[in-house]
């Protein structure tokens, strides 16, 4: 074994994605205790990135903003990153993205050895070793970890490395207290990245309105362009009264806020990783997209497929009318979601002085 000290991880967005790569992260400290490890990410997904003693440095890679500037402007952004990854000196590169834009980053880190997973794109598997490993066609976190494993061996659980958020929990029990909120929580989470992921709004009321009946609080989450979306649910269900938090959440809130329910559940989507992470029951449904592969993966996640038989389509535009989440149907929803809760029992939300 290959007695690496300086290694980059470079895994940039988007949120799920992160997530999926943090057992990896586990693993990779597992072997290798002594060594600097830094991770290259996107701004926006840094927080859900824990610190000591699993990443020991954070680089921060602005893609959004080098986007805006011109092309004399990028050279002078990328000679700054080359100039500063060389400055590190690593020698081992782990390319977690597996994407041009990741094989550029690795390339300007000087650093000669560059493995990443098997499915690299975009030509990258030009300039960086891919390792094909057991799990090639499995679920990501298990073809991210067979990376890890080509460098040591590591033990089979699977395990979220997480920052501390035990402070942003308590904000949101407190904020949730302000509501009027009484536990058990479901959080549903209606809105997604692509237009086809999203299941009907009815069916997220007609949901809710079963967990209701089951002696559950429903609350509505999501990012601050979902706010809408969320806003919808809450109309339609106005007999509920289902409070809207879409929006009122940064990734950290967010880790508090799932952490804090006994289910969550909606689309393939950041939250649903989130929870999982956190050891909250979750439900991601599953219809343009394969969720033997990226879907939420766990003791307590379940990931429920459409039956169309054109799903898995992999497509943001659907050219038949969305039919594949239409065919998911709300009992099934709800069964599932009845059986996460017999397994991890449901928990009260606690009570805040003040709230």
């Not at 782990?94 to 880190?109: E, N, P, R, V, Y």
């Not at 029951?281 to 169309?308: E, K």
Request: hydrophobic share 40%; charged share 20%; aromatic share 8%.
């Amino acid at each position: 074994m290959n007695d690496y000290q300086r290694i980059l991880v470079i895994k940039m967005s988007a949120l799920g994605d992160i997530v999926h790569a943090l057992p990896s992260l586990k693993a990779l400290r597992q072997i290798y205790p002594q060594a600097t490890i830094s991770w290259l990410v996107e701004p926006q997904f840094a927080e859900v990135l824990p610190g000591v003693p699993y990443v020991d440095d954070l680089i921060v890679f602005y893609k959004n903003d080098l986007k805006k500037k011109s092309f004399t402007e990028k050279i002078k952004y990328l000679r700054g990153l080359r100039k500063d990854l060389h400055a590190r000196r690593f020698d081992l590169v782990i390319d977690l993205q597996g994407l041009m834009k990741s094989t550029l980053i690795g390339l300007l880190s000087g650093c000669r050895n560059r493995i990443g997973y098997w499915e690299l794109r975009e030509g990258s598997s030009l300039f960086t070793k891919p390792v094909y490993g057991p799990n090639a066609k499995g679920h990501i976190i298990e073809r991210y970890l067979d990376v890890i494993r080509s460098l040591g061996p590591v033990d089979d659980s699977i395990t979220y490395p997480l920052p501390d958020y035990s402070a942003h929990r308590d904000k949101m029990a407190h904020l949730l207290g302000e509501i009027g909120l009484s536990g058990p929580l479901a959080l549903i989470f209606p809105g997604a990245s692509w237009e086809t992921k999203r299941w009907p709004v009815e069916k997220y009321v007609a949901l809710s309105q079963k967990l209701a009946n089951n002696g559950l609080t429903v609350a509505i989450g999501g990012g601050p362009g979902e706010i809408a979306l969320a806003e919808r649910v809450a109309q339609m269900s106005l007999p509920l009264k289902l409070p809207n938090l879409a929006g009122k959440t940064d990734i950290m809130d967010l880790m508090g806020l799932v952490s804090l329910a006994s289910l969550s559940l909606g689309s393939d989507s950041g939250p649903l990783h989130i929870a999982t992470a956190t050891g909250t029951p979750a439900i991601s449904l599953f219809g343009p997209n394969d969720g033997r592969r990226t879907g939420a993966y766990g003791p307590l996640s379940r990931n429920i497929a459409s039956p169309a038989p054109c799903s898995p389509c992999f497509k943001r535009k659907c050219p038949k009318s969305f039919i594949c989440m239409d065919q998911i149907e709300v009992d099934q929803v709800y069964q599932t979601g009845l059986e996460l809760l017999a397994l991890a029992k449901p928990k009260p939300l606690p009570t805040v002085a003040g709230a």
